[in-house]
């Protein structure tokens, strides 16, 4: 089947925002925010994304990036959490704002039918063992709770608090890259930029010993189907 041109891929409306932006220029970090929210062409609240490479070897364990930010004014995005726990866990992590609760049976009907119906997964650590039988299905997704992220805790009320605030899990893809939301279109300049400094800062400090040269390489962030914004860090 014969491609289509790359430009094709574009809308006229892409390109007229793309004479916006100096390609060869990283910008300040205001003026970079700025231009994203300018470039912002969706009829939807578009969502704000910060990519970043970093000089991270990917394939080295202790070089992999996993962790959790709470960026002080959230994504903008409802998130759905489901939590798996014993009865005495069910009540405060129902009161806290958790989506769905339950117990094994929960992870009997995974297993089952296969369905996610959820952004993020909650358990306690007595519970792990029996996770193991959704491992193969909530893996691949990026799903299956894990520690690094917070998401297999004693504390459940706390955790489902903070993911309702705007916590969000990160870490590096297979070419050691980050993606993440700092926000939507409709946020404020202010608060973009806060959420935006607020990542950076605790990414900048969890370099691994083992990287050599720069561990940030690049940093660049866009709206929804708009263009890419090189920035200054």
């Known amino acids: 089947m014969k491609r289509k041109p790359k430009a094709a891929l574009h809308s006229k409306r ?3 925002l793309l ?3 100096d390609k060869t220029k990283a910008y300040p970090l205001e003026e970079a925010i700025k231009l994203v929210k300018d470039t912002s062409s969706t009829k939807f609240n578009s969502t704000i994304d910060l990519a970043i490479r970093t000089g991270i070897d990917p394939a080295k364990t202790e070089q992999q990036i996993r ?3 709470l960026l002080p004014h959230g994504t903008g ?16 992590a129902k009161e806290a704002g958790a989506t769905k609760v339950g117990g094994e049976e929960l992870i009997e009907e995974i297993a089952k039918k296969q369905k996610i119906d959820f952004d993020v997964l909650i358990t306690v650590p007595e519970m ?16 299956m709770p894990n520690p690094k992220t917070e998401t297999v805790t004693p504390n459940i009320k706390k955790t489902v608090e903070d993911l ?3 916590k969000i899990t990160f870490r590096n893809d297979d070419f050691g890259n980050i993606h993440l939301a700092i926000g939507k279109s409709s946020f404020s300049e202010e608060q973009l930029i806060e959420n935006f400094r607020t990542f950076l800062d605790l990414l900048k400090k969890m370099k ?13 962030i ?3 189907m708009g263009p890419s914004i090189k920035v200054q860090f």
Not at 77 to 92: G, H, L, S, Y
Not at 138 to 143: D, Q, R, T
């Open 77 to 92: 995005k409802k998130i759905r959490i489901t939590v798996i726990a014993p009865p005495d866990k069910q009540k405060e």
């Open 164 to 166: 309702m605030k705007g």
């Open 19 to 21: 004479q916006k932006i």
């Open 208 to 220: 691994p010993q083992t990287v050599k040269g720069d561990f940030i390489k690049k940093i660049s």
């Open 128 to 143: 792990m063992k029996e996770m193991a039988k959704v491992a193969k299905i909530l893996g691949p997704k990026g799903l």
């Open 67 to 69: 962790s959790t930010v």
């Open 14 to 16: 892409y390109f007229e």
């Open 222 to 224: 866009s709206a929804t």
